[in-house]
């Protein structure tokens, strides 16, 4: 996915698998730690040309997990894959005027529930399953959206109530070699 | 590159098997099947796509002595003007021009194209209609499914300089002149994404036919090797 930012110009971020043992102790010893052992990790690296971040992606309650951890493997967020129909009402209603007002046409294909917050509190957070006062929640959200009669790929943040917060456009790779 | 290495010694040693097992007779060719395709927009949402693409005929299992002799099967050339309805829905209508011992053919062809995400890769569905016009025979119409799955390599998104392998198969209803058949295509290959406008693959295509009629069942395996560009 090739992700261009509106308000920094067009920027490239690059994903690449790394083995684990390229991965920061502290970030390894934190995911063990609060998923109690879990195996079956995949970790990425990731950077936009700045930032560098390291990205665990496992399987967690039937739900994938992506865990964001610094290059110091400070744990930095934790994103959860969700579907339209888990979203609360007031978060559902919210998104969808949202979108019906911006958007002539419009379709979320991608949500992920996104909690931030220090280490200890997003391990409690996983142990008990409560956002506390302590996590801040947001939805990080995919949608295409028609805007002046162009269809383009939208990355929204949404506040915990669905509010919205900020966007910015996403190019989906082309997909001529699926299509012919 | 080392992945190339891996699917020419599968695609010799099934010819081989072929070779073995031909005192049979069965119905089983193979050879080169290079395909060159340039995608461009025009106008909003709009985007024309050609393609050409050639089989190659090196062996036939019908041969007495079964020897490698070159042929040429055929050649499509092939354009397609498209709409994107939205970013994961494209038609697409199109032409085509066959070119091949016998008699050249002219196709019409009309798709519909969806893109499907997941985590870890994407699947792209095809669902496509087709009328070949012969000279003297009946038209021949072709109704036709398939899926794609493209997996990056190197992680969950395809950067550029990745490798991504995609699978493919499609299934083929044909009728023509109150007769019918079904044809199965695989296709397995080794993707290089340059960038978002260049891609190449390799990989392996076999056919099946024939499956509705009578002891004709035939099968082809391809060495396909193709360059995808979109502008």
Same mark, same amino acid.
């Given at each position: ?180 | ?7 020419? +010694? ?66 499509? @050339? ?8 939205? +970013? ?18 002219? $196709? ?8 499907? $995400? ?22 021949? @119409? ?15 998104? @395809?950067? +550029? ?24 295509? @695989? ?26 009629? +009578?002891? $004709? ?15």
């Amino acid at each position: 996915m090739i992700v261009s930012s509106i308000s920094y110009g067009q920027k490239m971020e690059i994903e690449k698998n790394v083995k684990k043992g390229n991965v920061p102790d502290k970030a390894k010893k934190w995911l063990k730690d609060a998923y109690e052992g879990k195996k079956n990790v995949r970790w990425y690296f990731q950077t936009d040309g700045e930032k560098e971040v390291y990205e665990a992606k496992l399987k967690w309650k039937r739900r994938w997990h992506s865990v964001e951890f610094l290059a110091d493997g400070e744990i930095q967020n934790i994103e959860i894959l969700i579907e339209v129909k888990d979203l609360e009402k007031e978060v559902r209603e919210n998104l969808t005027r949202y979108l019906s007002e911006n958007y002539k046409k419009s379709k979320i294909d991608r949500i992920q529930i996104q909690y931030t917050g220090s280490s200890e509190d997003l391990e409690d957070f996983l142990d008990e399953n409560e956002t506390g006062e302590h996590l801040t929640k947001k939805y990080e959200i995919e949608y295409f959206g028609r805007e002046k009669g162009e269809n383009k790929m939208w990355e929204g943040h949404f506040g915990k109530l669905g509010n919205f917060i900020e966007k910015r456009v996403i190019e989906l790779s082309s997909t001529d070699v699926l299509d012919f | 590159m080392k992945k190339i290495f891996f699917i020419l +010694p599968i695609f010799l040693i099934y010819l081989a098997s072929e070779n073995a097992f031909a005192q049979s007779r069965h119905l089983f060719t193979s050879g080169l099947f290079p395909e060159a395709q340039l995608s461009y927009n025009i106008a909003n949402d709009f985007y024309i796509t050609h393609k050409i693409e050639s089989q190659h005929g090196m062996f036939d299992a019908q041969r007495l002595n079964r020897e490698l002799d070159y042929s040429h099967t055929l050649t499509d @050339l092939q354009s397609f003007i498209g709409k994107r309805l939205n +970013p994961f829905v494209k038609v697409d209508m199109g032409y085509q021009y066959r070119i091949e011992n016998g008699e050249n053919t002219h $196709r019409t062809i009309q798709q519909v194209a969806i893109l499907q $995400r997941s985590n870890f890769f994407r699947m792209g569905h095809r669902i496509r209609t087709d009328q070949t016009f012969f000279n003297e025979e009946s038209i021949l @119409l072709r109704l036709r499914y398939r899926y794609t799955v493209q997996v990056p390599l190197q992680g969950t998104d @395809l950067d +550029p300089g990745e490798k991504y392998l995609t699978v493919s198969n499609e299934v083929i209803y044909m009728y023509q002149d109150s007769e019918d058949d079904i044809e199965n295509r @695989l296709v397995a290959s080794l993707g290089f994404y340059v960038d978002d406008n260049t891609k190449y693959e390799v990989g392996l295509d076999y056919r099946t036919d024939d499956y509705l009629v +009578p002891e $004709r069942f035939r099968s082809r395996l391809w060495l396909k090797f193709g360059v995808y560009w979109s502008l």
